[in-house]
């Protein structure tokens, strides 16, 4: 016989059922088991046991009657514990831990094969195997049964499988109170939702009696949680499963933020449930005419959750108190308003109430009926606005659009939330149009605007399958490259709809070889003239004698207006690339003026003169009607107030261009007043383009600066020499402007009073230099707007600028980026290496003590972990090439421009693929905005920061 691990159930004498695991060798011949010894952890055959009998053994050792005194008493005896050990005490404290113990026990008991015995006596010794206890591996069930008859009575059984146990009279040894585990005759049951008091009394009665006056009372309090919880079967009333057809009910209520939001409820019947109560049996009391029942159902978790996902899904998340609102747009009155208007289909599966007071909101969706007429030069737009039943046309909602009221109240008392969309899509419209009936009229060039109010979106570029299709005039003495002939299309395109436009491409690229080939083609018909000969042109500013071709009725001549210093280069084009188009030069002392200009202009298809003689003789050249009128270099009209722009505006044509490569130089205003020649009044008046774009500054009104440029795109064209003609990715700079943190402030504005009243000193003893202390506060300036840390090693608060690095950085990092980040002092490029290292992120380094270079340069490169590159201005300006990177920040202003540009030819050089992006960073309000303005007009200032040059003025200015 061979000793084995068994477990055996006893009756502790104050502590109630416990197990013990033992060591027990089997008889054969007589089936019975004599324990050999208890088990624990130091005993002879516990390294032998496995893991899950280990554990077994343990978990009982830590109730032993030694650990419970351990633990739980003072005594040093184990029987003076037993003897004073208090009941609440064991009650409170000392059963819930064996319990606790018993319930690992337990779970290791049923995925193992080691057997469970009982022991009638806990000092028992030797005991036969039919003392087993069956295991069972399933969980056992409570039934209730109620009985209403004469009297109220109920019992109970338990269900395990297929087989119900009567409890009466039954052995019954607890050994985990919540859930229920417990021997029942020789079998183990475990439950999931069954209290061992509920099963103990039921061990001691047959069936418990409930008084008649107290069965109302005891059915609600007791009866229905029973079948809530547990499976009943009732004689004398009907327990039933009830069907219901749930409902989600959506309520428009206002939050805690006092802003409207939609709450989810569920509706069963009568009943209404909040999303986030738990999903159990729920239970009904029915009474009538004394009687009663109960009924009870089980609510639609996968549909409840399917709602809900169905909200998610659509653009609102959930807050407090199961509250939806619209994501990213939490904090919007109306934004859930709005929504409930877009999703009419997906809320059809819903009911939807409003609970906000004297507030009724239309809730349906709106729908918008187009209906445009018009002629060549205008269109009138009519639109009807639809909330159900009500309609409205939609010129009635000027003013709501106009000053962005986004509530409307209907005829009906309910109020209308217009769609946000609605602001920028037809804005435009109400600006530009004007009311004609319910029509709103616009002109002909605000096409754009009426497709935008139609459409409600517009493409960012026009396909070029709906460009015109005109062929290049055969008198043309060039091959236009496609980006050209693009152009030339594009002209003609303009011309045929009777709208101005802007070329802008970049110098050149040939604008004035475009322009000359359409008006090849509107003077010659495309043809070329057989045998005709060049005009013979005496001098400049002489009278040529036309021998091209002549002005027509159909063509009258068109005018053509530039610098005179363009004069030449106009004339010599045109008799380059197209012979037959004779010119007339309308310059000089001896032009012509008047009915000789007349005559003389006539004889010519091209009129050319300046701004200057445009200017002088506008009297008379504005009763003259031409066929173009084109402006070259139209930067020049770009002062709304000046008499260039006023002249030009009133020349007669038929179409009118013009050509530049800036046309936009110092502010919106240059934009408006080239549209306002090409298109007049397409932009508006002056003061309202002004108070729209230029206040606030247009880059704070992205929506307005968007809506322009969908207005003109149709009307300028700008190609660049990278687009037409790229040996080189793009390269977009750009400033971004740092905020200082409070600390840093204070100590950027103490030192620089610091520096300023060491100047007012040096200015009121007579001197004119300044000195090496003042040179000295000026570096510490530059160190502070970047980090105080340069300044003060022990700092630890924060700066703006390395914030706000760090969150370009990772965002970048996310996209697969690389970047290079310049700066002229390495302890701030340490800074950021600091914070790389603190989370790992890989990078290389480069400053005038580098000495293995090469090898950071080829990990850069090569390496798809090191997304960044430190380098300091002096150590890695030249001589690096660094194609892998597409963006670059420059950290600090440096004094020389040309330094800052080599170093941003390190990734903007031959060999790099994309698009290379600079990052210049400026902290507002200090000394680095003051060095890049003098930058571009006077960089010997910004090198007086690190040599002795700076005036006792210029410092002056740099402090102020």
Known sequence: ??????????????????????????????????????????????????????????????????????????????????????????????????????????????????????????????????????????????????????????????????????????????????????????????????????????????????????????????????????????????????????????????????????????????????????????????????????????????????????????????????????????????????????????????????????????????????????????????????????????????????NRITEYLLPDGRIAVLPAEWFARFGELFRFGRAVGDNIRLAGYHFRVKELAEKGALPDEEPESTMLTAEIPGGLNAVLRPYQRYGFRWLMQLQQNRFGGCLADDMGLGKTLQVIAMFLCNYTGGEASPGSRAPVQLSLFEAPVALGRAASAEFPPSLVVMPTSLLHNWSNELRK?????????????????????????????????????VRQDIDFLQHFDFHYVVLDESQNIKNPASQTFLSVKRLRSRHRLTLTGTPVENSPTDLWTQMDFLNPGILGPLGEFRKRFLIPAPEENGEAVRSLLKIISPFILRRTKEQVAPELPSLTEEIRYCEMSEEQTERYNREKNRIRNTLVKQFSEGSRRIGLSTLAGLMRLRQLANHPALVDCGFSGQSGKFEQVIDTVETLFQEGHKVLVFSSFVKHLQLFADYFDARRWKYAWLTGQTIRREIEITEFNSNPEVRAFFISLKAGGTGLNLTAADYVFILDPWWNPAAEMQAVSRAHRIGQERKVTLYRYITLGTVEEKIRRLQQYKSALSDALVRPQLTMEEAEELLR
């Open 1 to 402: 016989m061979s000793d084995r691990l068994i477990v055996t159930l006893a009756l502790h004498p104050k502590f109630g059922y416990l197990l013990q695991p033992v060591f027990a060798s089997f008889d054969t011949g007589t089936g019975v088991y004599a324990i050999t010894e208890t088990a624990h952890g130091s005993g002879s055959n516990y390294e032998n046991l496995s893991e899950d009998e280990k554990n077994i053994v343990n978990a009982a050792g830590r109730f032993s009657d030694k650990a419970l005194m351990k633990t739980y008493s003072h005594e040093k005896d184990e029987a003076a514990f037993l003897q004073k050990v208090a009941p609440e005490t064991i009650q409170t404290y000392i059963r819930p831990f064996i319990e606790a113990r018993h319930k690992e026990m337990l779970l290791t008991l049923r995925d193992t094969s080691t057997p469970l015995f009982l022991r009638e006596k806990i000092r028992e010794r030797e005991f036969s195997e039919d003392r087993a206890i069956e295991i069972l591996a399933c969980p056992s069930k409570m039934i209730f049964l109620f009985r209403n008859a004469a009297t109220f009575t109920y019992s109970a059984r338990v269900r395990n499988g297929g087989e119900s146990v009567a409890l009466f009279g039954r052995f019954f040894a607890p050994l985990c109170a919540k859930p229920a585990q417990a021997v029942i005759g020789n079998r183990l049951h475990y439950f999931e939702d069954v209290d061992e008091k509920k099963l103990r009394p039921f061990f001691v009665k047959k069936q418990v009696e409930v008084s008649s006056r107290n069965v109302p009372e005891y059915i609600r309090k007791f009866v229905v949680p029973c079948v809530k919880e547990f499976d009943v079967v009732a004689e004398g009333f009907s327990v039933f499963e009830q069907t219901h057809r749930p409902v989600a009910v959506l309520t428009l209520e206002t939050g805690l933020d006092l802003m409207p939001v939609l709450n989810l409820k569920f509706r069963y019947g009568k009943h209404l449930f909040a999303i986030d109560l738990p999903r159990k049996k729920e239970v009904e009391l029915l009474e009538q005419n004394g009687a009663f029942s109960i009924g009870w159902f089980f609510r639609d978790e996968p549909w409840e959750q399917n709602c809900v996902d169905l909200l998610l899904n659509n653009g609102l998340i959930l807050g407090r108190n199961n509250q939806f609102a619209v994501w990213g747009n939490e904090e919007s009155k109306t934004g859930i308003v709005e929504w409930i208007n877009r999703n009419g289909a997906l809320l059809r599966s819903f009911e939807l109430n409003q609970s906000l007071g004297n507030y009724v909101y239309y809730t349906g969706e709106i729908n918008l009926e187009f209906a445009v007429n018009g002629k060549r030069d205008w269109f009138d737009v009519y639109c009807l606005v639809r909330f159900d039943d009500v309609e409205i046309p939609l010129v009635r909602f000027r003013g709501h659009i106009l």
């Open 577 to 613: 690339f197209a012979p037959e188009l004779s010119a007339y030069v309308h310059a000089g002392a001896s032009r012509f003026r008047d009915e000789a200009f007349a005559r003389q202009s006539s004889r010519f298809p091209i009129v050319l003169t300046t701004y200057g003689t």
